[in-house]
């Protein structure tokens, strides 16, 4: 049978080339009540988990059930797998070995090595016969709509920078695979801990291969530079782990060592080992002080809430998320928004001059501060110097040197 959270297509189904149309931070509100939100995201307070608005089946929790699937399940199972999760693993596969044969550009500047370009350019050119691979006959269709969010999922090929947003649009890929009920239940828990832990390798291929830059960076304040929903997913894991793996383990270097190929978490710590130099309390300091948290539980539950505000309701990532017929809005594409922003919800001009990663400006006309640890005692943040991370505790110093 198939999953709950799988199949979303109407009957007569029409597809598009997806486009962005979210252009002001009035439109966000449109976005958290959309069926694309409820469909990526899961809206628990407007949607229960499968109900039908309008007429139309909304609904697929497809981040949230991810988490679910993933809770307790460390490693990577072996194959054989389900002929989907094959067909996605090949893909990757594919567009590793377009790496191979793309070489970085010898003697180029520090970051931003052009070889990406032509990478990418690859991937644009052989993407869509790749997807129609994947497609189960009869959706062939869909090519048109899944495309764009492959394209985008391994960095812009104009500032060749790679972030959270790019991260994102794979995500809405294999969602909308499961919107075109190409997954079964037994598939939920191998998408994160095969499929995705194969695009978070090549992703990270890619990026030091060609040397991109940060698409946004909070510095020593931020979760990753690159990467949010492998810390989400990865934290699921680690939940009633059988190897007692607690949260104590960030900061031990043996622990990280042992567990990176297990855990989507700890191969994410053990990646910031090495594109960053320096003392870990230093350099990742929110990783540091999340090691003082009690549960995987806890840090689980709050990733979610820092997801929704750094990366799924933040503008200047959410502004270039594509929206089509398989994750719908009801907005204008975002060149007539901007020029015809009836103010939907209230909000400021379009942020469509201003780097894709600045701080949009708030009501005030101070800068968006950055969202709180879920996980703070906001009482205590208010206290603290402006120096410690507002979620750190007081009896959490750096190690001794």
């Known amino acids: 049978s198939r999953s709950s959270i799988s199949g979303m297509a109407e009957a007569e189904e029409a597809f598009e080339v997806p486009v962005a149309r979210i252009a002001t931070p009035g439109h966000i509100e449109v976005f958290r009540t959309s069926q694309a939100c409820a469909k990526l995201r899961g809206c628990p ?7 039908r608005l ?29 002929p989907i999760i094959t067909k996605l693993v090949a893909l990757l596969d594919r567009l590793d070995g377009l790496v191979d044969e793309t070489p970085a550009v010898q003697g180029s500047s520090r970051f931003g090595n052009p070889a990406f370009k032509t990478w990418h350019g690859k991937l644009s050119e052989h993407g869509s016969a790749m997807i129609a691979e994947v497609l189960a006959p009869g959706k062939a269709g869909a090519v048109i709509e899944l495309t764009p969010y492959l394209l985008d999922a391994f960095g812009n090929a104009t500032r060749i920078d790679y972030g959270s947003g790019h991260e994102l649009a794979f995500v809405a890929f294999l969602c909308c695979l499961g919107l075109l009920d190409a997954y079964s239940e037994s598939d939920m828990a191998p998408l994160v801990t095969v499929v995705f832990k194969r695009y978070l390798n090549l992703a990270r291929r890619v990026q030091m291969t060609y040397k991109q830059e940060p ?32 949260p104590a383990d960030i900061t031990v270097e043996a622990s990280v060592r042992d567990y990176r190929e297990q855990s989507l978490f700890f191969g994410a710590v053990a990646h910031i080992g090495v594109v960053k130099r320096g003392p870990f309390h230093e350099h990742s300091r929110f990783l540091y002080d999340m090691s003082a948290v009690t549960s995987w539980n806890k840090i689980n539950s709050g990733l979610l809430k820092m997801f929704d505000a750094e990366v799924l309701y933040k503008i200047p990532v959410i502004q270039h998320f594509l929206f089509g017929t398989l994750l719908p809005l009801p907005l204008p594409p975002r060149s007539h928004a901007v020029a015809n922003d009836s103010g939907a919800g209230g909000g400021q001009p379009a942020l469509m001059g201003q780097a894709p990663w600045a701080n949009p400006p708030n009501a005030d006309g ?28 007081k009896n959490h110093p750096p190690p001794p040197s």
């Open 45 to 51: 307070f407007l949607f229960s988990f499968t109900v």
């Open 215 to 246: 698409a946004g960076s909070h510095g020593v304040w931020g979760l990753d530079d690159h990467q949010f929903l492998c810390y989400y997913w990865g934290a699921a894991q680690l939940v009633d782990n059988p190897a007692e793996v607690t």
């Open 366 to 393: 101070g800068g968006m501060p950055a969202a709180a640890a879920p996980w703070a005692n906001r009482g205590a943040a208010a206290a603290m110097p402006p120096t410690a991370a507002p979620w750190a505790k």
């Open 54 to 82: 309008a007429h139309i089946h909304v609904g697929p929790r497809f981040i949230i059930a991810l988490n679910t699937a993933a809770k307790g399940k460390l490693g990577t199972p072996d194959p054989p797998h389900s």
